[in-house]
Every structure is written in C-alpha cells, then in structure tokens.
C-alpha cells in the first residue's frame, strides 16, 4: 500500500504570517489517516517554518541543494544545513529550475544522491512542455528524465525517490492535465520503472502537480497511478490546501 503524500510548493512565495495562518488551520488531526503531508517553503522561512509547524502533521520540505555538503558555493544550501532544520523532503528538477537556472540531468543525479546520503526523500520532478507533447514525444522525453536518474541509482536507492509528473504546460496556467491524460503519463512511469523489479513499481510514489486545486483534487486523486500531489499555487491558501489534503484520504 502507498500512503499518498501532498506537498505544497510555496516557489518564491509565502511569509512569516501565512506560516502562522498554516499551523493554525492544519491541527493535529487535520489530515485523514494515512495521508501525508508537507510544505515546501523559500529557505529563510526553514527555521520559522520548524518552530511554527511544529504542533501539525505537516513535514518540511525544501525547494533544492546543492551537491556539495560545504564550501565556496555562495549563495547555495547544503544538505547539512536542511537536515539542520528537520527537512524531510527536497525537490529536484523542478521545471522551473530546469528552464531557469540550468539544472541538467547530471545535476539533478547529484542532488538526488546528496539527498539520499544525508536522509532526506528527493522528489524527483519531470515532465513535458506543450510543444512536446504535440509533438507526441510525452513519454519519451519524462521516461528520458527518470531513467537519467534510475539507471544510476542502485535498488536501495531507486525505492527511496518520489517522483512528480509536472506537465510544464499545465504548472501555474490554470490548465490542468485531465485524470485520463494524467495517469496515462503516470501508469506509464510505473510501468517503465517495474523493469527494475515489480517491487519498485508497487511502492513508487507518484505525485502529480500543474494546476491542482481544491476543485479538481480528488478526482485526480482517484485515479490508481496518482499517489498525490505536487501542488503550488493552492498551497498558497491554508482551507485550499486543507480541501486537497482531505480528498487524498
Ligand atoms: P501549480 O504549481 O500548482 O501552481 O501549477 C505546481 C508546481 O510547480 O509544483
């Protein structure tokens, strides 16, 4: 069985007040049970966010890492430092930071082995942009971004990694990829990683993020390859998050 996971991505957003707003609405017995859930905040707000979370079920999460543990990399976070504040999850090749700020497949592998070694659960982000899916390459270009991750990683390893299927065109423009085109892509990934051992493919979480919100949360959810979500601007809202948390249960 695979507990689903929601995990709210603030991106550059957020502050100390909606921090607080957070840990008043998610109570202790807010989520159903069995579900999980984090939130994945800017990393000035990892110490706040520890302090003021800690009375809710909500898990911490950051956005990225570097690969190196310490050194002359100004302006980046260690591993080290997320352990530090009681973060569980780091996102990973998010498609903003693939398109923005250069992180390349070998890139990605190196933050998801220094996530690994330091106890933290990477998610791994992929997903199509519009111009690839109309040219029917959906499958080839995502199956390409997990295996540049998989096929490096070794059994152990492999069963540790989230991964979230991000359509690009569907992340923050409101357009969110229909249940049938969701688990299409989903159950494919499944499929592809069961290679490795039908064990992987039963216990793989998968999320999937682009425009989920409290309207079309659950009937996303349904859906058998969906384990839960990757969720941004929703999780800017406390009572959206919290609608999106409860159709997961
Ligand atoms: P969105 O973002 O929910 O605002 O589309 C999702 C994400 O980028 O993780």
Redo the contacts with the bound molecule.
């Keep these: 069985m695979r507990t689903p996971l929601i995990?709210g991505?603030w991106?550059m957003n957020g502050s100390r007040a909606l921090l607080e707003a957070f840990a008043e609405t998610f109570t202790a017995e807010a989520l159903p049970e069995g579900v999980k859930a984090a939130l994945i905040v800017p990393f000035p707000y990892l110490d706040a966010a520890q302090r003021t979370l800690e009375t809710t079920p909500l898990a911490l999460g950051a956005q990225t890492l570097n690969v190196e543990v310490s050194g002359a990399h100004t302006g980046e976070v260690s591993a080290p430092m997320l352990n530090e504040f009681g973060v569980r999850y780091v996102?990973v090749g998010?498609?903003?930071r693939r398109a923005l700020y250069g992180d390349s497949d070998e890139m990605i592998l190196g933050r998801v082995n220094t996530a690994l070694g330091h106890d933290l659960t990477p998610i791994l982000?992929v997903g199509e942009t519009l111009e690839e899916r109309e040219a029917d390459r959906t499958m080839t270009v995502v199956l390409a971004q997990v295996d540049a991750v998989f096929d490096a990683l070794d059994a152990a390893a492999r069963e540790r990694v989230v991964i979230?299927y991000?359509p690009v065109w569907?992340?923050?423009?409101?357009r969110?990829a229909s249940p049938e085109q969701a688990q299409e892509v989903m159950a494919g990934i499944r499929a592809h990683l069961s290679r490795h051992g039908a064990r992987l493919g039963e216990s793989l979480v998968l999320l999937y993020?682009?425009?989920?919100?409290a309207a079309n949360a659950a009937e996303l959810l349904a859906k058998p390859d969906i384990d839960g979500g990757?969720?941004?601007?929703?999780?800017l809202k406390t009572d959206d998050f919290l609608t999106i948390c409860q159709s997961a249960g």
């Design positions: 995990a991505n991106k996102l998010h498609s903003e982000c979230a991000e569907a992340i923050g423009t409101g969110t993020g682009g425009s989920m919100n990757l969720v941004g601007g929703a999780s």
